[in-house]
């Protein structure tokens, strides 16, 4: 028989309040163009992006997370002192350690909130969602702050038309809190490593730093390119398209809903295509607000889904209460759905 003594947390989580916050520049195509060869009519009709936004240097990932944190705390009508831990999903933090969520956790004026970061590209919101039900239904925190944050344009080359057009900065947070009833449903989440070529960093740090210029990609004047992010558009485009639907339905067939129950549908915001062809797969009937905020947010990878929930109950789109399926889906690959009710 065991000799450890069991904690019990809440029986159930819910999101208590959200935050986002975007960079103040503003990057229309034309500025995309300067770079490479296309236009502004191939970059909204292939991808749906009209706009991003690009962070300054005080726009930094701590900077931006706490703006959006602060925001989700205060929505949460909680204070930073009762947050019990700090998930922080990012893939552009440029310090290998320490983890970013201990400065924010920090800075936020947290009590010592346990802090880590995670890794999941742009299924990370899903993941720290999860990861702060777990928490809390198991008691090792009362209250979760799961941040997304992004800096890609520091990941972005410029020259590459397959990729220079689509990412954006930005930082959406929520607060998980207790809960009576089931509002997060069951994570329906997964990873495809044999796939983990289709997106990926150009070059890896250490080679990088060896600056071999034989191997390393080069910019238009000879010099060697800061590493960046790159894709197998098409592969990767299918992929969400064909697979990402079926995990779709998985996450409200195990929430127990159809799609007729749903009000509000967040994908990742990859592509207004992706999107408009989820959409259609799923049989989501009209009533359905869907997220398209990628036409002014670009992908902000891990913050995507609470940049696009914040701003659906801003613009009254979406209002408190509202049943939502959440998908993320990217870089990995990896995924993360589920069924939540909006704060
Ligand atoms: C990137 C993406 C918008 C490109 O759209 P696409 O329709 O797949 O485009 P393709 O790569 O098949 O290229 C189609 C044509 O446009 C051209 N093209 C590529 N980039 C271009 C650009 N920026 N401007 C103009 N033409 C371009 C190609 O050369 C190709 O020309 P060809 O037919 O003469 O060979 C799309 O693949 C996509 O969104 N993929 C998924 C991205 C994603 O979700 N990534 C992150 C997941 S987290």
Redesign the pocket.
């Known amino acids: 028989m065991s000799k450890i003594k069991a904690r019990k947390g809440a029986p159930y989580a819910r999101i208590l309040g959200v935050g986002g916050y975007r960079p103040v520049r503003v990057v229309p195509n034309d500025v995309i163009l300067e770079k ?4 502004d009519e ?2 909204r009709s ?2 749906g992006i009209e706009t991003r936004h690009w962070a300054n240097d005080e726009e930094t990932v701590a900077a931006m997370s706490i703006e959006a944190a602060g925001k989700a705390i205060a929505d949460a009508g909680i204070t930073a002192e009762q947050i019990g831990a700090v998930v922080v999903s990012t893939v552009s933090h440029f310090s290998q350690t320490p983890a970013i969520a201990t400065e924010i956790a920090d800075k936020l004026g947290t009590n010592k909130a346990a802090a880590f970061d995670i890794s999941a ?2 299924a990370g919101f899903g993941y720290g969602l999860t990861l702060a039900k777990g928490m809390i239904v198991e008691g090792s925190a009362e209250y979760v702050l799961v941040i997304g944050v992004e800096r890609l344009s520091d990941l972005t080359d410029l020259e590459d ?6 990412f954006g900065d930005g930082a959406g947070a929520v607060v998980v809190g207790p809960s009576e009833e089931p509002h997060i449903g069951p994570t329906v989440w997964g990873s495809e490593g044999d796939k983990s070529e289709t ?1 990926k960093q150009t070059v890896p740090w250490n080679e990088f730093r060896l600056g071999d210029v034989s191997n390393l990609p080069l910019d238009s004047e000879g010099n060697v390119k800061f590493p960046a992010i790159t ?1 197998e ?2 592969a ?2 299918r992929w ?1 398209v064909f697979e990402m639907a079926k995990v779709a339905q998985q996450a409200l067939d195990a929430a127990g809903i159809t799609a007729n129950d749903l009000d509000v549908f967040i994908p ?1 915001q ?2 207004v ?2 999107i408009d062809s989820m959409v259609k797969t799923l049989k989501l009937p009209e009533h359905v607000t869907v997220a398209r905020d990628v036409r002014t947010t670009g ?1 902000t ?1 891990a913050a995507s889904i609470p940049l696009a929930m914040e701003r659906l109950l801003a613009t009254g789109e979406a209002k408190s209460g509202d049943t939502a399926l959440v998908i993320g ?3 990995g690959l990896v995924y993360a759905a589920s069924v939540v009710t909006l704060p």
């Open positions: 490479i060869d296309s236009s191939w970059i292939r991808s590209g742009c038309r397959a990729t220079a057009f689509l997106i894709q558009g098409q990767v485009f969400a990742h990859a592509n295509r992706i992908n990878s889906f990217g870089a």
